[in-house]
């Protein structure tokens, strides 16, 4: 008979990637999307770029926190023989924060790279 494992410990992995991708974005791609859809101005940007000293470090932390604990929610399940409840959306949570930390470090450390390949998209 297959276990279910308990719906908090599952979902505490994606709840904590989540908060992870806001973190980090939040100096630079949240901004630009609250500007793009008209929802503040460029004051915005220019008060939360003063702070990614601390976003951008808590949000690769807090990635990295995520995975840690998915990974080892995983390995207890598949010891116990349970599966372990909403995987799919978890997964699909965690790919979108590492995508969303992995854009908002490109656009810090890479300004110049990254303004290049923007202008080449548009």
């Given amino acids: 008979m297959t276990q279910v494992a308990s719906l ?3 979902r505490l992995p994606a709840a904590t990637g ?3 991708g806001l973190l980090a974005s939040s100096c630079c791609l949240l901004p630009l999307a609250l500007i793009a859809t008209g929802l503040a101005g460029p004051g915005l940007m ?3 770029m003063r702070y990614d000293w ?7 932390g807090g990635l990295g ?7 080892r929610e995983r390995r207890r399940c598949d ?4 599966r372990l409840v909403g995987q799919r959306t978890t997964t699909r949570l965690l790919r979108i924060a590492f995508a969303v930390v992995v854009a908002a470090l490109l656009l ?3 300004p110049s790279w990254t303004a290049d390949v923007l202008q080449r998209l548009s």
């Avoid at 926190?65 to 990974?71: D, E, I, K, N, R």
């Avoid at 010891?79 to 349970?82: D, R, V, Y």
């Fill in 79 to 82: 010891t116990a023989g349970c």
């Fill in 65 to 71: 926190g995520a995975y840690m604990l998915y990974f």
């Fill in 18 to 20: 989540a908060v992870a």
């Fill in 108 to 110: 810090r450390l890479f």
């Fill in 8 to 10: 908090s410990g599952s």
């Fill in 54 to 60: 601390l976003t951008l470090p808590l949000g690769v």
């Fill in 46 to 48: 220019l008060t939360m």
